[in-house]
């Protein structure tokens, strides 16, 4: 499935058919839009040569899809100025891209890793199952829910923040900008993150958290360091706040010469981690 639309509303949901079928709502004309089925590819796109778009002020309609039940080899999804909901996608490959639009999917599932590009728009992902999540945004926002991850997220973020509960992954790598990540209830193996002015926070409740003696969350940091430190550079954490009871703990830390590593020298950033455990 292909679709690529500009200033539409779309609404996609599977039912147990046989043949897909397209609505519209609101002034259609034909010549505007590529609509077929070729090469085993289900097309629904706005065509080159419309005159319509975001350029004019014409009114464009609104479609609605539905596809048999079964899975797909590609769902791909190009929007621009327009909202979509997706329901219950099962593919090999899932591409969501939105520019100043909304991206609403419920229930998808994939073999390999879910993309996801967001420019100033929202993008809400519920029951998903994956082998990851790769996430770009540049002043969107991203909000994941009931998710499960064989192997890892990646967030590259500009300005976009990412609010995440009720997830499992192996490995979360977090690059942002000035975006944030703000979790709830997230399980992983490991953490990478690389912030200039971004925060990333993650809340459990699992109850062995409180259990944790002070070594063991010693040991995870200096493994985050360990794997964070860029060559030629050491990490001197200049204080260590152990708040077990909140389920946080809290690192400040700076970046200082190697030949002088016991000083606290220009403060880089505040770094809120959780210990996260094994799920």
Do not use: H
């Amino acid at each position: 499935v292909n679709i690529s639309l500009i200033s539409e509303d779309l609404i996609y949901f599977p039912y147990e058919g046989e043949a897909i079928e397209v609505y519209v709502i609101g002034k259609y004309r034909e010549e505007d839009y590529t609509i077929n089925f070729k090469d085993g590819t289900f097309n629904l796109q706005k065509s080159k040569r419309s005159n319509s778009g975001i350029f004019f002020a014409k009114k464009t309609p609104d479609f609605g899809l539905r596809v048999p039940a079964v899975q797909l080899e590609e769902f791909k999804l190009n929007l621009i100025s327009g909202d979509a909901e997706l329901e219950e996608i099962n593919a090999d490959i899932i591409k969501l891209k939105t520019v100043s639009g909304d991206i609403e999917a419920k229930n998808l599932t994939s073999s390999n890793t879910i993309e996801v590009s967001v420019v100033s728009g929202d993008v809400e992902l519920q029951s998903v199952v994956a082998q990851g999540l790769e996430m770009t945004m540049v002043s969107g926002d991203v909000e994941l829910r009931q998710a499960n991850f064989d192997d890892s997220i990646y967030v590259n973020t500009v300005s976009g923040d990412v609010e995440a509960n009720d997830v499992k992954v192996s490995e979360i790598q977090f690059k942002s900008v000035s975006g944030d990540f703000q979790g709830e209830e997230v399980y992983c193996n490991s953490v990478s993150v690389k912030s200039v002015s971004g925060d990333f926070e993650i809340q459990n409740s699992i109850e062995k958290f409180e259990k944790l003696s002070f070594l063991n969350c010693f040991s995870f940091i200096a493994n985050w360091l360990d794997k964070n430190i860029p060559l030629g550079w050491a990490l001197t954490i200049s204080s260590i706040k152990d708040n077990l009871e909140g389920n946080r703990l809290v690192i400040f830390y700076s970046k200082s010469k190697k030949i002088n590593n016991l000083k606290v020298e220009d403060q880089i950033s505040d770094l809120l981690i959780n210990y996260f455990g094994s799920y």
